[in-house]
């Protein structure tokens, strides 16, 4: 069983910027993804930053790319992700996770293990 605990978000006024950080209970090298998900009230889960752990390849997709950067940390078994230029619609509820196996890595589907979430409001 993998334990993961976000912490980081917060309220920030539009244009602002705020780091998440994840805390996992194993190494990230051991995971076959990690990623970013965030989940706005009425709205399904989407994926923000991914990353496809043996290859190091990284996805992002258009809504954020350019504002966001997934990166980690695997002595401190850590996963963050930096929010640059933060728009209202940034506003949710984020979460990190991380799989087994999976190879795709950009769907919730893909991932096996959940953060409990933090929330992002961003104001203008």
């Known amino acids: 069983q993998v334990r993961l605990v976000e912490s980081g978000g917060g309220s920030v006024q539009v244009g602002g910027s705020l780091r998440l950080s994840c805390a996992s209970s194993?190494?990230?090298?051991?995971?076959?993804?990690v990623g970013w998900f965030r989940q706005a009230p009425g709205k399904e889960r989407e994926g923000v930053a991914s990353?496809?752990?043996?290859?190091?390849?990284?996805y992002y997709p258009d809504s954020v790319k350019g504002r966001f950067t997934i990166s980690h940390d695997n002595a401190e078994r850590a996963l963050y992700l930096q929010m640059n230029s933060l728009k209202p619609e940034d506003t949710a509820i984020y979460y990190c996770?991380?799989?087994?196996?999976?190879?795709?890595?950009?769907?919730?589907?893909?991932?096996?293990?959940w953060g409990q979430g933090t929330q992002v409001t961003v104001s203008s």
């Open positions: 996770a991380v799989a087994y196996g999976s190879t795709w890595c950009r769907t919730p589907a893909d991932y096996s293990y």
């Open positions: 194993a190494y990230i090298d051991s995971f076959s993804c």
């Open positions: 990353v496809v752990v043996s290859g190091g390849s990284t």
